[in-house]
């Protein structure tokens, strides 16, 4: 994994800054927890705004079809803040999972769509679905109807667009353009990005690849997905440090901040230190993403590592922050959720390191 770049650009940081602003703005903790409790908990004039006034719906994708002509570490950027303001919006599966697949295949329309945010699309796989040996076999294709269930798919619920791998009757992976299936809503732990059953019975699919080509671009999305998921997961854990730093500082018990006593320094630099390493491996993810380099072994480590951080960050601002920390009011519970939902999204920590082992041939 020599030559990897860590730092961010000019370039990024100005993006983050922007997007930043318009989720302080649009996606405030007060707003996002109201949300929690309505019976749309998309926010679709979020991701308008997003697409609209940002642009970074098509950041990977080439000018020529709407896209910002960018890379997946400007996309590792936007899941940051996304990730910081725990957004509910269908960033991830649109604009990573859908549109690494659509890039793999070489579609072209529907990439233009999902890039200029006119269509929201999501890979029809269940959301912990790991990258790896096999191909997705809830759903058979039979003369381009497509019958199964899918339970735990991340953002269908407002998807315009399903891409669906399937088998065929000889076993054969491919890849279909599906519009027309059904789409019902499941209790899901992450409130902000809720998950979903698709049922196909004899619905009628567009093929984009077949055999090999089917299998390489969900292989490829669930690797890109999972590469830059650590990225989403470090801007959850830097909310809960940076949060809880703030707090440690302002809340008083005996006469002084909580902060001076020793014990929850030493709390606080252990989740500085975790931090830091987390946004090493993210960096790391979103950089593979981009080149391609190592693809596999990089978002393996990613998610090997940050799945765990990620979650042990959100426990500590739940605990740190006291009894506040605990009530339905503060929003840590929903950056706990995300994280822990996450830990189990596109393949487990274990399952991760089981991979690594493969991969160097341990």
């Not at 269940?126 to 497509?146: I, K």
């Amino acid at each position: 994994m020599s030559g990897l770049d860590l730092n961010y650009s000019e370039v990024e940081e100005e993006l983050r800054a922007n997007v930043r602003a318009l989720l302080a703005d649009r996606a405030p903790a007060n707003v996002t927890l109201a949300r929690t409790e309505a019976e749309q908990t998309t926010d679709l004039a979020l991701w308008r705004s997003l697409a609209d006034e940002l642009g970074v719906t098509g950041l990977p994708v080439p000018e020529e079809l709407g896209g910002a002509g960018a890379s997946w570490r400007e996309t590792a950027v936007v899941l940051e803040e996304l990730g910081r303001a725990v957004a509910p919006v269908p960033f991830f599966g649109s604009c990573v999972l859908a549109t690494a697949a659509l890039l793999a295949v070489g579609e072209r329309k529907v990439l233009s769509q999902l890039a200029s945010g006119e269509a929201v699309g999501a890979l029809t796989v269940p959301f912990a679905t790991a990258p790896g040996p096999g191909f997705p076999s809830g759903v058979h294709a039979d003369d381009g109807l497509l019958s199964g269930t899918v339970r735990h798919v991340a953002d269908a619920l407002v998807a315009d667009v399903l891409l669906v791998p399937a088998l065929a009757g000889d076993g054969t992976p491919e890849l279909y353009l599906v519009t027309g299936a059904q789409v019902e809503p499941m209790v899901s732990l992450d409130m902000t990005r809720q998950l979903a059953v698709v049922t196909l019975d004899r619905v009628e699919g567009v093929l984009l690849a077949s055999g090999a080509e089917a299998a390489a671009a969900v292989g490829l999305a669930l690797e890109t997905g999972a590469a830059l998921l650590a990225s989403e997961q470090l801007g959850v854990a830097e909310w809960a440090l940076t949060t809880t730093v703030a707090y440690a500082k302002e809340r008083h018990q005996f006469g002084r901040p909580i902060g001076g006593f020793q014990a929850v320094k030493h709390r606080l630099a252990d989740l500085w230190v975790l931090v830091s390493q987390m946004r090493a491996v993210a960096r790391a993810g979103a950089d593979a993403a981009a080149s391609g380099a190592d693809l596999p072994l990089t978002a393996a480590l990613a998610q090997a590592f940050a799945s765990g951080a990620a979650v042990t960050a959100t426990e500590e601002a739940v605990q740190l922050h006291g009894g506040i920390g605990f009530t339905w009011e503060h929003p840590a519970h929903l950056y706990l959720k995300r994280a822990k939902s996450a830990s189990l999204a596109l393949g487990t920590a274990d399952r991760h390191r089981a991979r690594i082992s493969e991969l160097i041939n341990l």
